[in-house]
């Protein structure tokens, strides 16, 4: 999967997102249109919530790389960007744990 971010300075980030369980869930003829409305939704959901783990990640990684390089207070930001964006992650599991009943 492919996303491009844009910032309002005009600097494009590319990036791609081939994990091994990567899948089109609309590919025809793969049995997703037998799927209920409420299955695609958890899958769905629970591909996004994967997602912003993986941007979790990426900023802890760039958080120990600023701090490599003495950037302390860039490296406490990051860490504190990957703590927000797990708490974001940790409602997107509560909803996907909704579904599951």
Do not use: W, Y
Request: charged share 30%.
């Amino acid at each position: 999967m492919h996303h491009q971010h844009s910032s309002s300075h005009g600097h494009h980030d590319d990036h791609h997102h081939d994990s091994p369980d990567h899948h089109d869930h609309d590919a025809p003829g793969d049995g997703v249109s037998s799927l209920s409305a409420r299955d695609k939704l958890f899958i769905r959901l629970e591909h996004f919530a994967r997602h912003i783990r993986e941007h979790a990640e990426s900023c802890r990684i760039l958080a120990d790389e600023a701090t490599e390089l003495r950037f302390h207070e860039t490296a406490r930001l990051l860490g504190a960007a990957a703590d927000g964006i797990e708490r974001q992650n940790e409602n997107l599991m509560a909803a996907l744990s909704h579904l599951d009943r």
